[in-house]
């Protein structure tokens, strides 16, 4: 059992072969997949991925990368959005201080907006941060959603222990997985266990051994297994411990309840 808890698996990139693609990460043994969604326009792709194949559930935010394309009315198009289709988390949202030209405060409006949008809902959040981890832990102080992962994390450990005790999960994909990531690979190897969730963020974040292709939710067993190397335990207990970390960050996945689940009517959707 392994849980992507990242994965744009509505991109374009995957538009000529998703069906294949999901089935080898399937038979790879990655049983669910989270698909963030990151503009009101990707509702769309998201949720038709999300009712074509089983087990890949939806979030729907808002992305700091996309903020020149969001509009206000975006927020109450996200907040119907929840209540057709609830979530497993408000995502993809964040901050992002590290690509040019993303007007900051417009970033940190929609930010603080979506927080708010989660708390009212009682949902996790699922984070873009990018250079922006103190500026992400001082809202979270301020608005107390029910947790979330940090994904992609790539702060420093004292901001890693930050977003632990405000109940959140760190998200590891293909980056430590390249050889000059010593800084990700200490934080993969020293975080506590408890703390870890395994995602790909594919088409994006490929690891080492796909080089500079499309990464693939079909990669995660191998990203899975050089985590478990770094940290010296067997991929079983790796598998089993990520696992456990993604359901108490995201209850949704693997739970009885419907979150997560297609609307009984989902072309409507
Ligand atoms: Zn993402």
Redesign the pocket.
């Known amino acids: 059992v392994l849980i992507d808890t990242?994965c744009?698996f509505d991109a374009a990139e995957f538009d000529a072969d998703r069906d294949s693609e999901y089935q080898r990460a399937r038979t790879a043994g990655v049983t669910d997949c989270v698909l963030?969604a990151v503009t009101t326009a990707s509702f769309a792709t998201v949720a038709a991925a999300c009712t074509r194949y089983p087990r890949c559930l939806p979030a729907w935010g808002l992305h700091p990368m996309y903020v020149a394309e969001h509009h206000d009315a975006d927020f109450e198009a996200l907040r119907k959005r929840i209540e057709t289709w609830r979530p497993v988390a408000v995502g993809?949202i964040g901050l992002d201080f590290f690509v040019r030209g993303l007007d900051p405060a417009r970033q940190t409006l929609f930010y603080v907006e979506q927080l708010k949008i989660a708390r009212h809902y009682e949902l996790p959040v699922l984070l873009?941060c990018r250079k922006s981890s103190d500026l992400l832990l001082r809202e979270l102080r301020r608005i107390r959603v029910p947790g979330g992962i940090a994904?992609a994390f790539n702060g420093s450990a004292q901001q890693a222990a930050e977003f632990i005790k405000l109940g959140f999960k760190l998200g590891f994909g293909g980056a430590f997985t390249w050889p000059r990531a010593s800084h990700l690979q200490a934080l993969a190897r020293d975080l506590p266990a408890s703390a870890l969730v395994l995602e790909t963020?594919a088409p994006d974040i490929p690891p080492v051994w796909v080089g500079r292709g499309r990464n693939s939710p079909a990669e995660l067993p191998q990203i899975a297994a050089a985590l478990a190397r770094l940290r010296g335990i067997t991929v079983e207990d790796l598998a089993r411990i990520t696992s456990e970390n993604a359901r108490a960050a995201l209850p949704a996945i693997g739970s009885d309840s419907r979150d997560g689940s297609p609307p009984a009517d989902a072309r409507h959707a």
């Open positions: 990242h744009h963030p993809e873009h994904h963020d």
